[in-house]
């Protein structure tokens, strides 16, 4: 099982910024579809961004223009730059990442590799 490991997350006040990163095997990083999620108490698992393996990108419209996905293939590692933070931003965000998988579907498949999990706080 591949080791996707988040980072960035904390709890900032409504108008701030965080930077998201997720750490993943050089063997699966470059070829892989790569996606962020996010879950609420009480709420569904939704698709936040996510980056395909030609570069494609597809946002949900909560975070469009206020969050960037980005990818450096070099380091392994996927991003997640989130400005202009709201309260309703505040989860558990998770990288994933598929073979098969594509940005306009969040690079969810019936087979990803998952993080830990990140939380991401914003305050009023």
């Known amino acids: 099982q591949a080791q996707l490991v988040e980072s960035g997350g904390g709890s900032v006040q409504a108008g701030g910024s965080l930077r998201l990163s997720c750490a993943a095997p050089g063997y699966i990083f470059s070829s892989y579809c790569m996606g962020w999620f996010r879950q609420a108490p009480g709420k569904e698992r939704e698709g936040v961004a996510a980056i395909g393996s030609s570069g494609a990108i597809r946002y949900a419209d909560s975070v469009r223009g206020r969050f960037t996905i980005s990818r450096v293939n070099a380091k392994n590692t996927l991003y997640l730059q989130m400005n202009s933070l709201k309260p309703e931003d505040t989860a558990m965000y998770y990288c994933?990442?598929?073979?098969?998988?594509?940005?306009?579907?969040?690079?969810?498949?019936?087979?990803?590799?998952w993080g830990q999990g990140t939380q991401v706080t914003v305050s009023a």
């Open positions: 994933a990442a598929s073979q098969f998988g594509s940005s306009g579907a969040y690079c969810l498949t019936s087979n990803n590799y």
